[in-house]
């Protein structure tokens, strides 16, 4: 059927989600203002629903529905890498979408979140595609993912430009600002933590690079021969450890070291997302190697990040910008 060639599927893909956006501008066409990024929760919560059914697939749960379009459209769908990465939207995406459309007027927190993932995923899923075995046989239905790929930057974005609804801490309560680190022993173990996930980001670099040293080879074929598969997924993961999150390590450290640093709230929670995805399908592939070095590295990995996030989010005093002493005592004069 002509219907099954490759440039008219990625044509009915296209539709499908046209129709989507469409449904929801129609349900909500009443309402005076809607926020933008309502139409983007919605329109991805959809294609949570085609992840998670592709994943049910490959597992072998239904069948009938993806064999077509893994043939003729998006055969590295099939792969470990996408299999997981299809649960992860499946499951977590779409319970966090549920969530933010639940609380539509307060999200900015859950909406970093989800582009902090999001972002993490396009970057190593689209160049993955690209330079790995399944580069030669790119069908069109694999532009699709262009949007998916450009939105989530805009809501990143929308989302960083908006004002962040904070308490006034002044001067005077900021205690803590005026504490080294080694005064803070919570601080103290994060940035170790910190210091210590930025080596491994460059150790499995190197290892990826094909750095001939004789730790980075028996490495590799030891204990993650997971990143040596020619998919390419897990060789782009690693070199977006290297150059995109071993600087964002390293800068976390200075904003638990010098005070108000407020930036430190927005985008630990940005990363906290960005390492969780990265790192499910790497855990995985180790759970069912049973490579328990490899498993405890790994969590660690993803959890330093979202430990961050968590201090951050529950005292966020140190980092940010305390009003001056003398501002705040005219200021209650004049009250």
């Given at each position: 059927?002509?219907?099954?060639?490759?440039?008219?599927?990625?044509?009915?893909?296209?539709?499908?989600?046209?129709?989507?956006?469409?449904?929801?501008?129609?349900?909500?066409?009443?309402?005076?203002?809607?926020?933008?990024?309502?139409?983007?929760?919605?329109?991805?919560?959809?294609?949570?629903?085609?992840?998670?059914?592709?994943?049910?697939?490959?597992?072998?749960?239904?069948?009938?529905?993806?064999?077509?379009?893994?043939?003729?459209?998006?055969?590295?769908?099939?792969?470990?890498?996408?299999?997981?990465?299809?649960?992860?939207?499946?499951?977590?995406?779409?319970?966090?979408?549920?969530?933010?459309?639940?609380?539509?007027?307060?999200?900015?927190?859950?909406?970093?979140?989800?582009?902090?993932?999001?972002?993490?995923?396009?970057?190593?899923?689209?160049?993955?595609?690209?330079?790995?075995?399944?580069?030669?046989?790119?069908?069109?239905?694999?532009?699709?993912?262009?949007?998916?790929?450009?939105?989530?930057?805009?809501?990143?974005?929308?989302?960083?430009?908006?004002?962040?609804?904070?308490?006034?801490?002044?001067?005077?309560?900021?205690?803590?600002?005026?504490?080294?680190?080694?005064?803070?022993?919570?601080?103290?173990?994060?940035?170790?933590?910190?210091?210590?996930?930025?080596?491994?980001?460059?150790?499995?670099?190197?290892?990826?690079?094909?750095?001939p040293l004789d730790t980075c080879f028996t490495y590799i074929y030891q204990y993650e021969p997971y990143l040596k598969d020619p998919v390419g997924f897990p060789r782009v993961m690693m070199l977006v450890h290297l150059f995109y999150a071993l600087p964002l390590l390293t800068v976390f450290v200075y904003g638990l070291?010098?005070?108000?640093?407020?930036?430190?709230?927005?985008?630990?929670?940005?990363?906290?997302?960005?390492?969780?995805?990265?790192?499910?399908?790497?855990?995985?592939?180790?759970?069912?190697?049973?490579?328990?070095?490899?498993i405890t590295l790994n969590v660690l990995l993803a959890a330093v990040p979202t430990l961050l996030a968590l201090r951050c989010h529950t005292s966020p005093a140190y980092f940010m910008k305390p009003i001056p002493k003398g501002q705040t005592t005219s200021k209650k004069k004049k009250n």
């Amino acid at each position: 059927m002509s219907l099954l060639r490759p440039l008219p599927i990625l044509g009915m893909g296209m539709v499908v989600l046209g129709l989507v956006l469409l449904l929801v501008l129609l349900a909500v066409q009443k309402k005076t203002k809607v926020d933008p990024l309502f139409y983007v929760f919605a329109e991805f919560s959809f294609t949570c629903m085609v992840g998670l059914t592709n994943a049910l697939e490959q597992d072998g749960f239904i069948s009938g529905f993806m064999g077509f379009y893994l043939k003729m459209g998006e055969p590295h769908l099939s792969t470990a890498y996408a299999v997981m990465m299809s649960y992860w939207e499946g499951v977590f995406h779409f319970i966090l979408f549920l969530t933010i459309l639940h609380r539509m007027k307060s999200y900015r927190s859950l909406g970093l979140l989800w582009v902090g993932s999001s972002i993490a995923h396009q970057i190593v899923h689209i160049p993955g595609v690209v330079i790995g075995k399944y580069g030669s046989n790119v069908r069109p239905a694999f532009w699709r993912n262009v949007p998916f790929f450009l939105v989530p930057f805009w809501a990143a974005a929308m989302l960083f430009s908006r004002p962040r609804q904070m308490p006034i801490v002044t001067a005077d309560t900021v205690t803590a600002q005026k504490r080294s680190l080694l005064s803070r022993p919570v601080d103290l173990l994060l940035s170790l933590l910190l210091l210590g996930a930025a080596a491994f980001c460059v150790f499995r670099g190197f290892v990826v690079l094909d750095c001939p040293l004789d730790t980075c080879f028996t490495y590799i074929y030891q204990y993650e021969p997971y990143l040596k598969d020619p998919v390419g997924f897990p060789r782009v993961m690693m070199l977006v450890h290297l150059f995109y999150a071993l600087p964002l390590l390293t800068v976390f450290v200075y904003g638990l070291i010098a005070p108000g640093c407020g930036w430190m709230l927005d985008w630990t929670i940005f990363f906290a997302g960005a390492m969780a995805q990265v790192t499910v399908v790497i855990v995985t592939d180790a759970v069912e190697k049973k490579w328990w070095p490899v498993i405890t590295l790994n969590v660690l990995l993803a959890a330093v990040p979202t430990l961050l996030a968590l201090r951050c989010h529950t005292s966020p005093a140190y980092f940010m910008k305390p009003i001056p002493k003398g501002q705040t005592t005219s200021k209650k004069k004049k009250n």
